[in-house]
């Protein structure tokens, strides 16, 4: 009886994503900041690719998995900030069914993907530091390009696992949800369907698919600390720390924010998630490792030294 008036309701098109619009004075100078916030990101994501692309010394294992990070941080940026910024500007906060999902998915699985990708990079660490003799030989090109798929592919056969079933969810209204994006546990909070097996899905892939990653960055990570630790020389403990702490401070404001987000589900803490984490990546990366500074003057040298100005000198 209940899904036969299930059934007879009509059934949602579209929906409402009300973001920011408890604060209509503010709209503009939101759009204004998030605009400026996107094309930071972008800007600087791209200058990391360019940079390991381009730069001889960059074409190691943990630079190759940054590139990934920095690809994938752009696209995980664009799934979310154009839309919003559009709602912003317009005023139209309505997304159709299809589009809500598509973005879940893009959202997801690119989520999914940079829990495996910052595991591998903790797990090149780990070799470079606890096992450095051995380094050369386990992280060849092969090995590298393995995991890096192993982390795309993994992250996109997560999510389409949970879109599958979330498919099949029936959407009677009410249909606003109080969000700047399409989450899976807004919208699951929308179904008028029986939500038990979907909720239970999406436990089971969360353990299966983001708790190993978690557990072997963690594990990584407490080798990494035990082993610089036995150090003997300040000198040594120092130089050791500096090659993976821009790595493990990007690690802990990734799971430090995805877990208060999810803890508290509060849209607030799902910008610095979202947004703010694809911005900081490339600053920490670009601020705190030496490498990426040498890269920097080298290119900056470069395009001063044009062919006019070398020609007087």
């Known amino acids: 009886m209940a899904d036969l ?40 994501n791209i200058l990391i690719i360019a940079l390991v692309v381009a730069d001889q010394h960059l074409h190691t294992p943990m630079y190759f998995f ?11 940026t664009s799934t979310i900030l154009p839309r919003m910024l ?15 999902f598509t973005q879940l998915y893009m959202f997801g699985s690119l989520a999914c993907t940079e829990c495996y990708l910052l595991a591998a990079m903790s797990y090149d660490r780990y070799l470079a530091i606890c096992k450095p003799l051995h380094y050369s030989a386990l992280t060849n090109t092969r090995f590298c390009l393995q995991l890096a798929a192993g982390s795309w592919l993994n992250g996109c056969l997560a999510t389409a696992i949970v879109i599958l079933f979330m498919s099949h969810l029936i959407f009677c209204g009410p249909n606003d949800i109080d969000h700047f994006y ?4 807004p919208l699951i909070k929308r179904s008028c369907s029986d939500t038990h097996l979907i909720i239970l899905v999406d436990f089971i892939l969360a353990c299966v698919f983001t708790l190993p990653p978690f557990l072997l960055t963690l594990t990584s990570y407490a080798s990494i ?15 050791a720390f500096s090659t993976c702490s821009s790595h493990l401070i990007v690690v802990t404001i990734f799971y430090g924010t995805l877990m208060i987000v999810y803890l508290l589900l509060n849209k607030v803490f799902s910008l610095s998630y979202t947004v ?25 040298s470069s395009g001063l030294c044009c062919p006019s100005n070398c020609k007087d000198q």
Not at 22 to 42: E, G, K, R, S
Not at 225 to 239: D, E, F, V
């Open 66 to 76: 940054l590139g990934n990070l920095s690809v994938l941080e752009t696209c995980y």
């Open 225 to 239: 600390i035990a082993t610089i630790l036995r150090i003997p020389s300040t000198t040594g403990r120092q130089k």
């Open 5 to 44: 008036d299930r059934r007879n309701q009509t059934a949602v098109t579209e929906f409402i994503l009300l973001g920011f619009g408890d604060l209509p004075d503010l709209q503009i100078f939101l759009f204004l900041m998030f605009l400026v916030i996107y094309i930071a990101t972008v800007a600087g």
């Open 86 to 100: 559009t709602s912003l500007l317009t005023g139209d906060k309505t997304i159709s069914v299809i589009g809500c």
């Open 182 to 185: 399409c989450d899976a546990i």
């Open 276 to 300: 703010m984490t694809p911005l900081v990546n490339p600053l920490i990366y670009s601020l705190r490792n030496r490498e990426v500074k040498e890269a920097l003057r080298s290119i900056r």
